[in-house]
Each structure stands twice: as structure tokens, then as C-alpha cells.
């Protein structure tokens, strides 16, 4: 295991239960960030998924498992997390969820789209990453996924020229605060990555936050309708 799941692996051993009561019944501040910001574009960019094969790249607790099968898709998907691993199979009983790795994917199988929600940014080699993925997507398969939007990540105090290691603000499930690493990579080198191996970008999305959110979350809503916090990408491989 590379050095940057190892980081990644400790801190969401610490918070996999807040995470999930963020996302689902405890604290609906997570509901603004994930299900009315991020969650809306990305299932856009899916479209109809009934009867496709997809792989759940990075799948947490199960949450997007849940609902594309609700969708009708046949959902397959992996974490690096024991801890949030056990919350999605409880959650998705009947569903084939595995410990495995962004850089060593545990099926040998080809779907029709690999979907990752805000995973990517943990991992510095996408060369490896996009290896991967091509081994089990099939040929003019999809591949979409949502990470932070390059220029808001200046928000950090960050040099946008430089890919380099930053962290995001968290806390774990006894609410000590703590930071998430991530990698940050401009325009230009994601689509270099991108183009390089082998894939085509066949849609974009910078998050908008869903009308719900006006209501219920003013301030963030007013504050993420002027400015994007995270983006989608939509890819088709050649």
C-alpha cells in the first residue's frame, strides 16, 4: 500500500461511523456538501443506469451503492476502509463489496461504468489509477467521478501552479478535529492525465447546489451558487 492510502486509511479508521451519521440521520449540515451539492451533478452525468454494470470506486458506506441499485443498476464496489467497509455491507447486505485499493482494484471482471465520488483526490498517481480502471472498464465504457474544483482549492492558502499534498478539515467520530489529505492537481494536468491515458471527456459539471438547499442551508447555498467547491467529470474510454 502507497504511502498516500496509508494516510487516507487511518483517518477514516477514526471517523467511519460520523461520517455515515453525517450523511444519513445525525447532522444534516453533511446533507448541503454531499446530497444537495455534489450528489445532483454526479447522478446527472449518470443518467439512466437500470440494468448497467457498474463499479463503486471507493464506496465508503454504501450510500450511492444503495441508491443506483435502487435505479435498477447492477452495483459492484470496493473501499481501502475496513471500518466503512462494514457499514456498507450492512447497509447493502446483498451487494459484492470488497477491501481493495485505488491502485489495486479487487474484481477482474469489465463493467459498463466506474463511478467515484470524491475519491480521486486522495491519490497522487493517476497514471496508476487510470491503469487500473481501464483493466476492468469495458472498451467505450464510462468512467465518471467528482472531486474539488481546482480553483476553489485555493480557499487553503494553497499555490495553484503546483500539484502538491494539501488537507481538508474534519473530525472523527469523537468530534477531535483532524485533517484528510489530499492531492491537488490543476485544469491543465487533469486533463493531461486525462487525454494521456487513453480516456475522452464527453461532459462536465461544476457543482451547483440543488434549489432544496436554498431553504434549508441559506448561507451555504448563497456562498456555493457564486463560487463551484467541486466538480465532475465524465469520461469515455477509447
Request: aromatic share 14%; proline share 5%.
Amino acid at each position: 500500500m502507497k504511502e498516500d492510502e496509508k494516510e487516507v486509511l487511518k483517518n477514516y479508521a477514526l471517523s467511519a461511523e460520523k461520517y455515515h451519521n453525517m450523511r444519513t440521520k445525525e447532522n444534516p449540515y453533511g446533507w448541503f456538501f454531499n446530497e444537495l451539492l455534489e450528489m445532483p451533478s454526479t447522478l446527472k452525468l449518470l443518467g439512466n443506469v437500470k440494468n448497467k454494470k457498474i463499479l463503486d470506486f471507493g464506496c465508503g458506506t454504501g450510500i450511492y451503492a444503495k441508491l443506483l441499485t435502487k435505479k435498477g443498476a447492477k452495483v459492484k464496489g470496493f473501499d481501502i476502509s475496513p471500518e466503512m467497509l462494514v457499514i456498507a455491507k450492512r447497509e447493502n447486505p446483498i451487494l459484492e463489496l470488497k477491501i481493495g485499493s485505488g491502485y489495486k482494484i479487487p474484481f477482474n471482471e469489465k463493467f459498463d461504468i466506474v463511478t467515484s465520488s470524491l475519491v480521486v483526490h486522495y491519490l497522487k498517481d493517476w497514471n496508476k489509477m487510470f491503469d487500473e480502471i481501464k483493466r476492468v472498464l469495458k472498451k467505450g465504457g464510462v468512467f465518471i467521478f467528482s472531486t474539488g474544483n481546482p480553483v476553489a482549492e485555493m480557499r487553503f492558502g494553497k499555490d495553484y501552479f503546483h500539484d502538491k499534498k494539501t488537507y481538508w478539515p474534519w473530525s472523527d467520530n469523537k468530534n477531535k478535529k483532524m485533517k484528510i489529505p489530499a492531492y491537488h492537481k490543476t485544469y491543465e494536468q487533469i486533463i493531461k492525465d486525462i487525454l494521456t491515458n487513453g480516456f475522452e471527456i464527453v461532459d462536465y459539471k461544476d457543482c451547483f447546489p440543488d434549489k432544496k438547499a436554498k431553504k434549508l442551508f441559506p448561507k451555504e447555498y448563497k456562498e456555493f451558487s457564486e463560487k463551484p467547491i467541486f466538480c465532475v467529470w465524465k469520461l469515455k474510454l477509447k
